[in-house]
């Protein structure tokens, strides 16, 4: 019996259920202050489970200036960048109202 496991690596969700439920989230909390949309967000745009974004998106952990470093570094398509927004206002929300 091999006793060896498989790890799987998950990637960003890029489903049409997660965008769908992102842009619900954003008509209903336009400040992206709920931390489950926050986290929905993540996972939609993380670059990798090691990154500061897939960290929040997998465990809630917020590294506040590495989230902040990696959506300058984004691109994404037009109809994301509003994601990008309401995530860089959950983060400064978290920080104590910094703007």
């Given at each position: 019996?091999?006793?060896s496991t498989t790890t799987t690596i998950p990637a960003p969700d890029e489903?049409?259920?997660?965008?769908?439920?992102?842009?619900?989230?954003?008509a209903v909390d336009p400040e992206a202050r709920s931390q489950t949309l926050a986290r929905l967000i993540a996972a939609s745009l993380h670059q990798?489970?090691?990154t500061a974004l897939g960290r929040f998106a997998s465990?809630?952990?917020?590294?506040?200036?590495?989230?902040?470093?990696e959506?300058?570094?984004l691109?994404?398509?037009f109809?994301?960048?509003?994601?990008?927004?309401?995530?860089?206002?959950?983060?400064?929300?978290?920080?104590g109202g910094r703007s």
């Open positions: 019996m091999n006793s489903t049409e259920r997660a965008r769908q439920l992102i842009e619900l989230g954003l990798g489970p090691d465990t809630g952990q917020l590294d506040q200036q590495a989230c902040l470093d959506l300058n570094q691109r994404v398509p109809e994301q960048e509003a994601w990008i927004d309401a995530f860089g206002r959950f983060v400064l929300f978290s920080a």
